[in-house]
Nanobody, 123 residues
Framework: QVQLVESGGGLVQAGDSLRLSCEASGRTFSNYIMGWFRQAPKKEREFVGRISWSGSSTYYADSVKGRFTISRDNAKNRVDLQMNSLKPEDTAVYYC????????????????WGQGTQVTVSS
């Protein structure tokens, strides 16, 4: 089992920055690819980005590429999502998730999820 807890959400204005964190406990954090997702009201959950086990590789959705950056600190069991140049359309509940393998990631299968943190961007 891996427990994930997100934090750092809040209300910001368009153009502002916000940094979300996801702290993990339980099994060895470095054994998991970590992903970030978001879900806006009345919309399906959307992939935001992911980071490899070591942090050497990242991949982002086109909608956030160049504005969002994912990093991780395996010593602290934490993955962060730095969000810059925020737009109202970034408003959503943001979730972190953990997957043990790239094959599962490619199928969209993440084994563990956090409870989410709300990000609201006003225009």
């Amino acid at each position: 089992q891996v427990q994930l807890v997100e934090s750092g959400g809040g209300l910001v204005q368009a153009g502002d920055s916000l940094r979300l964190s996801c702290e993990a406990s339980g099994r060895t954090f470095s054994n998991y690819i970590m992903g970030w997702f978001r879900q806006a009201p009345k919309k399906e959950r959307e992939f935001v980005g992911r980071i490899s086990w070591s942090g050497s590789s990242t991949y982002y959705a086109d909608s956030v590429k160049g504005r969002f950056t994912i990093s991780r600190d395996n010593a602290k069991n934490r993955v962060d999502l730095q969000m810059n140049s925020l737009k109202p359309e970034d408003t959503a509940v943001y979730y972190c998730a953990a997957a043990p393998s790239l094959s599962k990631v490619r199928m969209g299968e993440y084994d563990y999820w956090g409870q989410g943190t709300q990000v609201t961007v006003s225009s």
